[in-house]
């Protein structure tokens, strides 16, 4: 599977809560960044959490991997990117959850880099939140190497 081409999505400066005593940024704070560049790679394709979840659809995070490379350090600016990847499961493209992958650098250097999983939930008739398939109109959004889809799902 292709690596997705990760796109600028915001920057964020390291504020003094986020660090500890010898500044450098709590490793906890990259799954907070991560969440600020999902939901803005969502918005900047047009998609936002709170419509998703007023139209009854849910995000969750299934998973979570980060690598850490370089300390952030108190004050620091720090860009984030990401992109959307496809999930593969026994070697095939899931038809239920997807990944978006981030990269959070200070200037050139690579602080941390990891991804997040995802799928799409919705209410059942008895409140249940049941998993569905990747809605058809996010397809071409969640799966760009495959614009058509014979592998998406």
């Keep these: 599977m292709p690596e997705p ?5 915001g920057r964020v400066r390291v504020r003094y809560g986020e660090t500890d005593q010898m500044r450098f940024a709590y490793h906890a704070h990259a799954a907070v960044w991560f969440d600020e560049a999902r939901t803005e790679l969502l918005r900047l394709h047009g998609q936002c959490y709170r419509e998703l979840e007023e139209g009854g659809l849910w995000l969750p995070v299934l998973a979570l991997h980060v690598d850490y ?3 952030a350090l108190y004050d620091d600016w720090l860009e984030l990117r990401a992109g959307f990847r496809g999930h593969v499961l026994a070697g095939r493209l899931s038809p239920i959850q997807f990944e978006i992958v981030y990269e ?3 200037g050139a250097e690579l602080c941390y880099a990891g991804w997040t999983r995802h799928c ?3 209410e059942g008739a008895d409140d249940r939140r049941r ?7 996010l397809r071409p959004l969640l799966c760009p190497a495959w614009p058509e889809s014979k592998e998406c799902p």
Aim: glycine residues 0%; proline residues 10%.
């Design 120 to 122: 799409f939930m919705t």
């Design 104 to 106: 959070i650098r200070r």
């Design 131 to 137: 998993a569905l398939r990747i809605p058809a109109a």
């Design 69 to 71: 490379h370089r300390a």
């Design 5 to 9: 081409a990760l796109t600028p999505v």
